[in-house]
């Protein structure tokens, strides 16, 4: 199974540098030297058994854009499955941009009318007012150049975990089966007595499903005020208000704090650091008075992290545990 992920936006908005982040285990400090894009790079990840990203990072220069819009229309904007449009936070061409990304919008409308859209407000650590603010502000002007079109924007920057939020937020419509993953993970939590057991993909580190129970049913003091009202809980995030919104809601990381996407940034960089002293990264045991977390392979495509509250449980009962439920995952 086949998922095409568009990456569009204006040129050095920093698209090739989150693809490097998330995809190939590259640091922050080493984005800035990167060199345009030129034209189209397609890169094949593979997320969870046959589920298969196919990424198009499409370059953003004037000439290429021009191109995508013209002769490349059927070929870019065809089986689409989620464009991620990134927008710089403080761009001196917003104008521009948002005349690029209506026109971008009006073509996969045309040929994947299906397709999910993300904007990203990035590099929100240049932000010169408050982000909070600055995001509702750029939220609002998001959604009114998407005309009606369901849109879910996110803050990001690849100086902290916002950018593992979203992407996580992103692959997770992609993933098929999330809510049965869910429902085992809640299980496996129960089997071990603990506090919370975690799904992460093994090349990005980015969470696929939690134990964590939905969130309750909206009531009348947590439900957004109106359609357009941008909602930024500590994530940076915003989402439209609509039925599809319902539906992303119910994902229990869209509450939950972004500590999992923490856990990914610092993960990462852990890996980053083994593979420079030529060591391999394998599992991770930690035990602390206050807890015990063990992080193990699950699959071939996974890794899991549980986390129990009890001194009594041995870690080495946990590491069982994952090694037994294992069959279940595969
Ligand atoms: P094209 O390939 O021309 O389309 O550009 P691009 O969108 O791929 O931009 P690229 O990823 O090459 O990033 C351009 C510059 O932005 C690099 O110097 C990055 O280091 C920088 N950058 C990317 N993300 C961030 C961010 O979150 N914050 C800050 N401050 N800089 C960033």
Redesign the pocket.
Known sequence: MKKKVLLM????????????LIFSNNP?SL????????DVEQNHVRFLGDLILNLW?????DA?MDSYLSIQQSTIFQHVGVMIY?F?VETRNMEKDLNYYKECLSALQRYSPNAAVFLLV?????ARGPKAETLARKTKELKEASEGTEVTVFG????DES?YNAWSRIVHILIPNASVLSRHLAKLAALCSATEVVLFERTTFLVIATSTPPPPPPTASNVPSGPSSARTNGDLSATSHSDHELEVDSDPHKMAPTRYERTSELIKAFKYSCARVREEFNALEMELPEFTAVLDELTRNTYVLIVVHDPTIETAALRMNIRLARPKFE
């Not at 990072?57 to 220069?61: A, E, K």
């Not at 990035?122 to 240049?126: P, V």
């Open positions: 936006g204006a040129s050095g908005s920093g698209k090739t540098s989150m693809r490097s922050a984005t800035s030297r990167l060199g345009a894009t030129i990072d499409c370059g953003g220069q290429f990134v710089e990035h590099k929100m650590d240049l990001t920057s690849i100086y950018l």
